[in-house]
């Protein structure tokens, strides 16, 4: 089903509720996940009808529950700016390959709706279902399904070959590291969606990952590698490059100091944050793409070269 126009204009926003969340007040839980509203401005939205838990109306004080669905329908709210010029660099009738800004929302997320790389595509193609997706402060390449039966044959088959990634980082790194171990959630920060690397299997919920770096230069005070996926979770280069002491430059959430991430949110970072950062944004960015096109069966590569050098002072 093609997304009508009515969808691309009005946002509508879906949490459920996990473990982590059940046994809070609404109130609460808005405040410390979305932080870009304070509290009195959370109590005004939810006052006007704006936000429901499980399709019925909600206050301030509802005490959410395991798997409740918390929806939030905003009007046309003013979104921070981004970068909105992709360039489509493969197009046929089935899908594109899309390099992606580096300050640029993939999906609708916090303030950001038409702000958004699939708002821009919906609007221009219809209906569009990312194969692959980057955070949104990674550039570079990603491949995006025009029909569900295209996406429906990447869900089903293991077509992406290979996935290299550019990437910058703190310290002078070895001249190649293949990192295998385990990817799991970073107990020990602040920000919920932090993860850890290590070698060692932990006694805690974890995935298997696996990242070869190899180094592309160093100048003795940053390095820049090319970092081969072999697996594909959540965060894998950045978690596994933080948890190795070299974090990438420009990151706030793995890099120097995770509070920079927190700062970000509520639009809060200093001019020595920024200093300490190096970077606007996270040096990383999806280089090469080889994947087998889910319908006519050749093999497809693609490559888009990004350096970060010149701009780390």
């Not at 959540?234 to 100091?257: F, N, W």
């Amino acid at each position: 089903m093609k997304h009508t126009p009515e969808s691309l204009q009005r946002r509508k926003v879906r949490s459920t509720v996990d473990w982590s969340s059940a046994g809070q007040i609404l109130i609460n839980f808005l405040c410390s996940r979305f932080p870009y509203r304070d509290r009195n401005g959370w109590i005004s939205v939810i006052e006007n009808g704006e936000i429901s838990i499980n399709g019925k109306n909600a206050l301030p004080e509802s005490i959410l529950a395991m798997h409740d669905i918390i929806e939030y329908q905003p009007g046309d709210l003013p979104e921070p700016p981004a970068d909105m010029d992709y360039e489509i660099v493969f197009e046929d009738d089935d899908l594109m390959v899309i390099d992606k800004p580096g300050n640029l929302c993939v999906h609708p997320a916090g303030p950001f709706f038409k702000h958004t790389l699939w708002h821009m595509l919906c609007s221009k193609y219809g209906d569009i279902h990312f194969i692959n997706r980057l955070d949104r402060e990674t550039s570079g390449l990603m491949i995006a399904a025009k029909n569900k039966q295209t996406a429906s044959i990447f869900a089903k088959k293991d077509l992406i070959l290979k996935k290299v990634y550019t990437v910058m980082v703190y310290g002078v790194f070895p001249e190649t590291l293949r990192a295998s171990g385990f990817i799991y959630k970073d107990y020990n920060s602040a920000v919920r969606k932090k993860r850890s690397f290590s070698t060692v299997q932990p006694e805690v919920p974890s995935e298997s990952a696996e990242t070869l770096f190899e180094l592309i230069s160093s100048d003795g005070v940053y390095s820049t590698l090319r970092a081969t996926l072999f697996t594909g979770r959540m965060h894998q280069i950045r978690a596994t490059l933080c948890s190795l002491g070299y974090p990438v430059v420009g990151d706030k959430l793995y890099g120097p100091d995770e509070s920079l991430y927190l700062k970000q949110k509520t639009e809060s970072l200093t001019e020595d944050d920024k200093k300490l950062l190096v970077l606007p944004r996270q040096a990383l960015h999806s280089s090469e793409l080889h994947f087998i096109h889910p319908l006519t069966g050749v093999t497809l590569f693609f490559q888009v070269k990004k350096s970060f050098a010149k701009k780390a002072k």
